[in-house]
Structure formats: structure tokens, C-alpha cells
């Protein structure tokens, strides 16, 4: 079946320590996201990647950092630096159509708690 | 930049009762306009999409949309709610410029049966 994987499905992490979430997708998508959900503010864009070895910061990219090494793959890790870590974080991929119009496809999220 | 407006936060509405969701983006070129739904514990799904063509568009489950252009509007519609339809709601926009999906924050519907 394709599409999008995200592991963990919960996460547990001391503060102050570095994790990484894992993403990947075989729909043979471009593009990749990372977005964090909070209750009441939607979605946020940490993070998206056009193309291999290409990423752009998104709304609140601070205290996060990504990788694109491979198609497949967009890891998101979630720094130290990061004030309030906990929270939903949802990894999405797309494609563009022939008439230019994209359409996301969401993996079901990781939840991060950070005590 | 664009930006999406979702002004109704919290929604309850007995069964059979219609349904209105509004969605007001800012952004003056061609957009294109989703409504996704998360049901509790589970992952974000894609109810319906404009793209181009008929400005009302029919989606999964019974629910519609209509692109106003004038208003910057994309309001979600369902004639006869259902309990199932209990979950949150969202409106994003994109824009053929750009790459980037924008969310609103999103409206929690709650169907008493």
C-alpha cells in the first residue's frame, strides 16, 4: 500500500534532549512537510522540502531541523532549543498535477511529550 | 503571505441539524482550497478540494463547499449531520506559486445523537 509512515506513534523525552521523528513515503512524492498541531491553532509549517537535498523554514521553524537525503525520507528532529516541544506533529507529502495544483497526504502524526 | 480564517472554534449540533463551516483565506491569486477532517485518534483525511471548474464541490460523506471568489470564502456545508461526523475540521489553501499548504485553526464539531 503506498503511503506516508511516521514512527513513533508516541514519544516520550526529558527535556533538554534531542529526538528525532521519522518520516517516510512511497508515493513517489516531491515534496515533503512537517507541521505541529495544537489544540485551537491548526496546523503550523515547521518545515518543507521541494526537491533532495533542498528545505525551506517554515512558520516556526525554530528550535528544528531537518534532513532530505533521500526522496523517501524527511526526518524532523526536535532540538533542545525548541521552548515547548510537546505537541502533535504531523508529516505530510505532495505532488504537483499536470494543471499545477498540489494535494497533501498526511501520515498519522507523532506525539511528543516532553517531561 | 497567505492566511486562512476558521472563525467558528467550537460547533455542537443535534443529529439531522444542518451544518455550516466558514473558511475566509487571504491571497489574491489563483488558489486552491482543501477542507481535511481528523476524526478522534485518527490521521487527517481529505473531505473535498477546489482546484478549478464548478465553484461547488462535492466531497466524501455528503459534505459540499462553495468557492465564493468575491468573499475569499470556502464555506463547508452538510444538509443532515450525522453522529459520526463528530471531529475537527479544517480549511487549508494553497497557491500554484508556492508550495506551501496553509491551515486554519480548525473547528471542533461535536453531534449529539
Known amino acids: 500500500d503506498g503511503g506516508i509512515t511516521q514512527s513513533p506513534k508516541y514519544l516520550f523525552r526529558k527535556e533538554g534532549q534531542n529526538v528525532t521523528l521519522s518520516c517516510e513515503q512511497n508515493?513517489?512524492?516531491?515534496?515533503m512537510y512537517w507541521y505541529r498541531q495544537d489544540p485551537g491553532q491548526g496546523l503550523r509549517l515547521i518545515y518543507y522540502?521541494?526537491?533532495?537535498?533542498?528545505?525551506q523554514k517554515g512558520d516556526i521553524a525554530e528550535g528544528y531541523s531537518v534532513s532530505r537525503e533521500k526522496k523517501e525520507s524527511f526526518p524532523l528532529t526536535v532540538t533542545s532549543a525548541q521552548k515547548n516541544p510537546t505537541a502533535f506533529y504531523l508529516c505530510a507529502s505532495s505532488k504537483q498535477s499536470p494543471q499545477g495544483a498540489r494535494e497533501a497526504f498526511f501520515g498519522q502524526g507523532t506525539r511528543l511529550t516532553v517531561v | 503571505a497567505q492566511s486562512v480564517s476558521q472563525h467558528n472554534h467550537h460547533v455542537i449540533l443535534s443529529e439531522a441539524a444542518s451544518l455550516e463551516l466558514g473558511c475566509n483565506y487571504s491571497y489574491g491569486g489563483t488558489v486552491n482550497l482543501f477542507w481535511y477532517v481528523q476524526y478522534p485518534g485518527q490521521h487527517l483525511q481529505l473531505l473535498l478540494k477546489?482546484?478549478?471548474?464548478?465553484?461547488l464541490v462535492k466531497g466524501i460523506k455528503g459534505f459540499e463547499a462553495e468557492f465564493i471568489k468575491s468573499k475569499f470564502s470556502f464555506n463547508l456545508r452538510k444538509p443532515s449531520v450525522q453522529w459520526s461526523d463528530t471531529a475537527e475540521y479544517f480549511c487549508?489553501?494553497?497557491?500554484?506559486?508556492?508550495?506551501?499548504?496553509?491551515f486554519g485553526g480548525g473547528t471542533r464539531l461535536m453531534v449529539k445523537p
Open positions: 508515493l513517489n512524492h516531491d515534496a
Open positions: 522540502s521541494q526537491i533532495v537535498n533542498d528545505f
Open positions: 477546489y482546484f478549478s471548474g464548478d465553484p
Open positions: 487549508a489553501v494553497n497557491n500554484n506559486a508556492g508550495n506551501m499548504l496553509t
